[in-house]
């Protein structure tokens, strides 16, 4: 068993319930508006948001700063590729930059990407190339009733029935993204991504893996894929990344840093084109954007991320998240994913109209309750598709104890025990681009 212990003490306060009211009001019902000063525990997102260990902090005091070839770049390199398998790496200062500098380089005009299902910022970029972003999930990935072991899947009958009607020549790229974040952080099967690997040969696709949490992918396959069951977490993952072509990867995720990413390729010829796009977009290829004692952190943090022990932490705390919620009343989608617990708010408060944010009115009401920070991932962020009405909680990477995630069930009890009173939202102002707009709407309560 492991456990973390704190070293640097960060203190965090309850405001009163007054300072958490005005201070919703004045975010204008929208938790993104929120001063981190004014929350409590804050479950927002665990991209970026956890806590380095002694030893990356010790690493990145040997940071080499030198604009080019750097001993920095040198041990993130051969970390890489012994982690991760890629020796052709470029990096670059977070996930949605590598995803610009391989899709801006793989992606025309007119192309289609078939993904088991696009994370928010893969999609953005695959439009921003001009392209299609097509979502093939598993169909048990939207079953709330389902305990499949892998329903973060790619559905290859459903991306042939797409590649059939498209052609193959207009799907130059095939991506898996390993969990998957946006179907609930759900894990993919190395079965899977071999069948995935053939088919996208079999179209001369290029195959790419969104690796940003290969690691915790890799302890779901030991634990639900039996012909895995005695291999390291750390073989597991390089074994599922020997697949692929080229990964994308955010350093925010599973290299345990607060900032960060890279793009490893296979290929020469991308890796010259990936590079020059780097040079336009992040930095000097051997830098990409990031202080050379970033690159450092990285190098130890992706060793750390596929040691059993810490992921074993790790996807324990979202587990013992879930059940605390559970016991305290609240609907949760299973099996639990690697980063996040999701609430099925729809459930919770029937009473609230889709159209009126049931989500957004359990988000704020966690706030008001108890200064827990949630994120709604339903009807308001995801305007006109039809997913659950989903709120997520997102555990950061060894930082909070079991005090905070006691504090957040009683919280969730006490909003369970009233729900009866919680009434929807509508919004008052939002940005020019809809799929934004969770991020910077205002709204208020319906009357
Ligand atoms: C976080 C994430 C990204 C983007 O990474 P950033 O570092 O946030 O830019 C891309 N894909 C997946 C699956 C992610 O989880």
Redesign the pocket.
Known sequence: MRSYVSKVATTIELPSRDTRKAALDDAGYNVFNLDAADVFVDLLTD??TGTMSDAQWGAMFEGDEAYAGSESFARFQTAVSEVMGFEKVVPV???????NVLYGALVEEGDHVINNTH????RAHVANAGGVAVDCPVPEARDLDSDAPFKGNFDLGAARSHVDEVGAENVPVVVL??????AAGQPVSIENTRAVAAFAEEIDATFVV?A??FAENAYFVRERESEFADWSVADIAREQLRYADAI??????DALTN???FVGVRDQDLFEVAKQRAILYEGFPTYGGLAGRDLDAMAVGLREAVEYDYLDHRIGQVRELATKLSEAGLPVFEPVGG?AVYVDAGELLPQIPDAEFPGQALVCELYREGGVRAVELGSFAFHGTDRPEFVRMAVPRRTYHREHFDHVAETAAAVADRREELRGYEIVGEPAMPELRHFSAALRPVE
């Open positions: 991209s970026g200062h977070q996930g949605r930059g590598a995803e994370f928010d910022t893969t993204t390993i969990t998957n974040n946006s969104d940003c949490r994308v990867m955010s350093g925010k995720k900032i960060g990413g980063h």
